[in-house]
């Protein structure tokens, strides 16, 4: 990648502020100019079908959600209707590969000179695996006669096709054509070598897989595989069983600092009650460290009660789940982050606890927040001794169950029970 593309890239980020998941994208924040031409997206009398291409490259693992285009088309007929595919394709050693979601998109005969096209790509729960290079695809169906609009900016690869797909010309870089893909980046919990059972804990348990595989009464998965190679020689032997002893006897445990703190939520069991690492002790506790005036803040919050509530529902009570307020958004009204009777924007009332962090030493920077090193929407995940045991960023990891089909919120909640 070029230093003009990481320029544009930093531009889009901004112009997109308000959307983080944005995974890809050839759009400048201006829309385009139809004038300029663009890649013909259309069929032929004699059976030609033109479409073209924008590769790009995934660095971590999404769940796709929308992906749009810009196209302008021939309007003839008001009766006749033209449609484009919109499809996403595996990259298969420069060309365009096999081709994983798949949908139409009817031109508006009111919007001919050029208008966004968006299609929604939850319902396929289409995945891109990190470290990939993918293709954005625009064909015609029969009948069409449309462009998909030149980018502003030449630093994108691009290919074509004449028959709808069937072979393409080779790629080359230059103006793509102008479109953004948006999606929600799936938890991967840290890769930890020697949790060989997978429940991203490593303890004695994984020492008798790991004895059992050594003796041939076990066999792995590549997973297994991959986690009991603790001494990364390609192979598992008597070597593997003594570095996972000594990482069990030697692991460095970090204790989370203490902290009591008023729950200032009126819909709580513990409404004006001090919460915090003591009151939780012998328990799994979880820390949300949100901004209550922010709606994602906000969202991300209730999530974590709907997740509390389904514990407690399936009998598990020994797990408590907390926010903690930054310092430094103190003055923001907490009503529509507890859902009390004032919020109108919420359907039911939420019932952890909610806190505020404080200042006590007048540095500017609230006690938890600095103490724990913590950044907006991290969620520390504490085991029963104060110890703790993960750290995930909410921002940029959606646990909406109706986000990444469901698997980030699922892959959160396995975590917190497995710690237990």
Request: aromatic share 14%.
């Amino acid at each position: 990648m070029n230093l003009k593309t990481l320029i544009l890239a930093l531009i889009i980020s901004i112009s997109f502020s308000q959307d983080r998941s944005t995974i890809f994208t050839t759009y400048t924040g201006y829309d385009p100019d139809p004038s300029l031409g663009g890649y013909s997206i259309k069929s032929t009398e004699n059976g030609m079908l033109y479409g073209a291409g924008n590769r790009f490259y995934i660095s971590n693992e999404y769940a796709l959600e929308r992906a749009y285009v810009y196209l302008s088309y021939e309007y003839e007929d008001a009766f006749e209707l033209q449609q484009v595919e919109i499809k996403i394709c595996n990259d298969d050693n420069g060309y365009v590969g096999e081709c994983f979601t798949s949908n139409l998109v009817t031109l508006s005969p009111s919007n001919a000179d050029g208008n966004w096209y968006a299609v929604s790509l939850l319902e396929t729960c289409a995945k891109v695996d990190a470290s990939n290079y993918y293709w954005f695809v625009v064909l015609p169906t029969e009948g069409t006669n449309a462009k998909w609009i030149y980018s502003t900016e030449p630093s994108f690869e691009y290919s074509t096709t004449s028959d709808a797909g069937e072979t393409w010309a080779n790629t080359n870089s230059g103006f793509a054509g102008t479109s953004y893909l948006t999606g929600e980046q799936i938890y991967i919990p840290p890769f930890s070598g020697g949790d060989i059972n997978g429940d991203f804990v490593v303890n004695v348990l994984d020492v008798v897989f790991l004895v059992q595989y050594v003796l041939g009464n076990q066999e792995f998965n590549e997973d297994q595989l991959l986690a009991g190679d603790l001494t990364q020689d390609g192979g598992i032997n008597i070597l593997d069983i003594v570095a996972l002893v000594s990482q069990i006897t030697n692991q460095n445990t970090s204790y989370v600092s203490s902290f009591l703190y008023e729950d200032i939520n009126t819909n709580s069991l513990t409404y004006g009650l001090d919460v915090g690492p003591p009151i939780y002790e012998g328990k799994i506790s979880v820390y949300y460290f949100g901004k209550a005036g922010w709606s994602m803040c906000r969202s991300r919050f209730g999530i974590l009660n709907q997740l509390y509530n389904e514990l407690i529902s399936e009998g598990i009570n020994d797990v408590e789940i907390i926010g903690v307020n930054g310092y430094q958004y103190i003055d923001d009204s907490y009503s529509c982050m507890i859902c009390d009777q004032d919020c109108t924007s919420c359907s039911e009332p939420r019932m952890l606890p909610w806190t505020q962090d404080i200042d006590s030493n007048d540095d500017g920077h609230g006690d938890v927040w600095l103490d724990w090193s913590v950044t907006l929407r991290d969620l520390v995940i504490v085991g029963r001794d104060g110890e703790e045991l993960e750290r995930i960023n909410l921002t940029y990891n959606n646990p909406d169950p109706d986000a990444t089909c469901g698997e980030n919120y699922e892959t959160i909640k396995n975590l917190i029970i497995s710690f237990r």
